[in-house]
């Protein structure tokens, strides 16, 4: 028999059980502990500054609701799309003329991104 739980249900379950089952005093220190793992980072790599969990979790938030505001500029404004639009010319024409060796990277990924754009579209134009 292969059970399957979904991941959300069970970390509620699993909370609500700890909680309803410990003392105040040993709630109170595992609340403790849960908000300081929240706001201690962990070990970083040499030379990197590493993140809170709460740190990491407002950056996602943050470039979620720029990528929203974005989508709607574009969406809503023809002139920002237009910007949008010639900028992206540019700048793809750049990375195609240039001769170095990092533009030749760009380009394999600027051509692997349209042709995976172009293979996932149904209207492709």
């Given at each position: ?7 959300q249900?069970?970390?509620q ?5 700890i ?8 709630r ?6 849960a908000?300081?793992?929240l706001?201690t980072?962990?070990r ?15 950056e996602?938030?943050?470039?979620n609701?720029c ?10 404004d ?5 910007t949008v639009r010639?900028?992206?010319?540019e700048?793809?024409d750049?990375?195609?003329s240039?001769?170095?060796w990092?533009?030749?990277e ?5 051509l692997?991104a ?6 996932a579209s149904?209207?492709w134009q």
């Amino acid at each position: 028999m292969d059970l399957k739980f979904d991941q959300q249900l069970m970390s509620q379950i699993v909370s609500k059980a700890i909680l309803e089952g410990v003392s105040a005093e040993q709630r109170d220190t595992l609340l403790a502990a849960a908000v300081d793992a929240l706001i201690t980072p962990e070990r970083g790599s040499y030379g990197v500054k590493p993140k809170t969990p709460i740190q990491e979790a407002f950056e996602a938030a943050a470039k979620n609701a720029c990528h929203q505001v974005a989508a709607q500029m574009i969406a809503e404004d023809p002139q920002f799309m237009q910007t949008v639009r010639d900028l992206t010319r540019e700048a793809i024409d750049k990375a195609l003329s240039a001769d170095t060796w990092e533009a030749e990277e760009v380009r394999r990924k600027i051509l692997g991104a349209i042709a995976e754009s172009a293979a996932a579209s149904s209207n492709w134009q």
